[in-house]
């Protein structure tokens, strides 16, 4: 991949990266190829060429939002309820049995850990 040269049309402009700016994407994202690491179900199509979803949910709020839910779904399974914030300062929260834990605690608990 480091061989990859980045394509003019593939850069982001500044209104496409206030979209997605802040902890909750960055969170959100790491989800998502945590999801998609494990091999669980709708998660395939996460890359970073032009046609992956990954990059299509930057301009496409519904889509984002069915990924959104497709990873809650993923916590959910598990007893884990995942609030996504998607604001710029504010991570996203993970909480289990009434008590909030950490993101890597939510994916142990995904794992059986």
Known sequence: MADKKILDNEILS???LENVAGGSWLEFTADMFDAKKRGIPGFE???FD????LIKMIGDDKLRHQYVDKVAGVF????????YN???????VYTYQGKTITR??????????
């Open 14 to 16: 500044d209104n496409e």
């Open 45 to 47: 199509n996460l890359d």
């Open 50 to 53: 032009a046609n992956s979803d």
């Open 76 to 83: 959910a399974a598990h007893g884990v309820t995942m609030k």
């Open 86 to 92: 998607g604001k710029l300062l504010e991570g996203n």
């Open 104 to 113: 890597e605690q939510a994916w142990n608990i995904v794992d059986g850990k």
